[in-house]
């Protein structure tokens, strides 16, 4: 292998291990979004090595979300509900807790209703659940 080439290599795993990092302090931040972290993640991972981009993909926490998101099937209907419950929850307690700037005030939430329409919008995936018994499916 090339040095050059073994360089970047090391430097797309540096950058996915920096934005799994913040993608999981997103986690507990609401105004931090942790999906674009996660999937810069997986992108960079890809390219620098292939066996912690698979890692990431299939990490039982974040890995069928990323899953998801990434091959067009959307989000969980119980992950959108999660995420908005965390999101308004965090906003509003940081709108009126954290600043008495009205301008302030209006920017969180609009970033929390900016956030949620695209949440909505979001196809709804299956859960990956196979059909009970009683839904009629197949």
């Not at 990092?21 to 810069?40: E, H, K, R």
């Not at 959108?80 to 906003?91: D, E, P, Y």
């Amino acid at each position: 292998m090339f040095p050059g080439l073994r360089l970047k290599k090391w430097l797309f795993i540096a950058a996915g291990t920096g934005f799994v990092g913040i993608g999981v302090v997103g986690i507990a931040v609401p105004v931090l979004p942790t999906t674009p972290f996660l999937l810069l993640a997986a992108y960079f991972y890809a390219r620098g090595s292939q066996r912690l981009h698979d890692a990431l993909l299939n990490n039982r926490i974040v890995g069928m979300y990323l899953r998801n998101y990434t091959e067009g099937r959307g989000m969980t209907l119980h992950s959108k509900v999660v995420t908005l419950g965390f999101l308004w929850i965090g906003i509003l307690l940081a709108a009126t807790l954290a600043t008495d700037a009205v301008a302030m005030q209006i920017g969180l939430v609009a970033v929390a209703v900016g956030v949620t329409i695209h949440i909505v919008t979001l196809k709804t995936a299956d859960g990956g659940r196979p059909p009970s018994p009683t839904s009629g499916g197949t």
